[in-house]
């Protein structure tokens, strides 16, 4: 069974650059067709894709957020992870990281194979 684990920071300041690793186990990150995203869901408002790294690296950014993010990953800690610069209070958000395959995006986010747990993060002074 895959299971994914985010972690970072609950806060960040303004300005500064967020950073959440997910930690993938009970699967490889490189494994055929497996597309591994961010996707976030701010206070009030719905899940919002925020990206995604293929199996093979290649990566997937969202238009409304692609000057600020950068995704990566580490195969061999079997990870990958979100930056995303510049954050203000409107990045304070419960992030989670999802897994599925064959697609990079899903419009039905009840379609993603796998989900992380989430984590709050709160953008404050």
């Known amino acids: 069974q895959v299971q994914l684990q985010e972690s970072g920071p609950g806060l960040v300041k303004p300005s500064q650059t967020l950073s959440l690793t997910c930690t993938v186990s009970?699967?490889?990150?490189?494994?055929?067709?497996?597309?591994w995203s961010w996707i976030r869901q701010a206070p009030g408002k719905g899940l919002e894709w925020m990206g995604a790294?293929?199996?093979?690296?290649?990566?997937y950014d969202s238009p409304s957020l692609k000057s600020r993010t950068s995704i990566s990953r580490d195969t061999a800690k079997n990870q990958f992870t979100l930056q995303l610069s510049s954050v203000t209070p409107e990045d304070t958000a419960v992030y989670y990281c999802a897994a599925d395959r064959g697609h990079y995006y899903c419009s039905n986010f009840g379609w993603y194979e796998y989900w992380g747990q989430g984590v709050q993060v709160t953008v404050s002074s």
């Open positions: 790294i293929a199996y093979s690296g290649s990566l």
């Open positions: 009970g699967g490889s990150i490189t494994t055929n067709y497996y597309y």
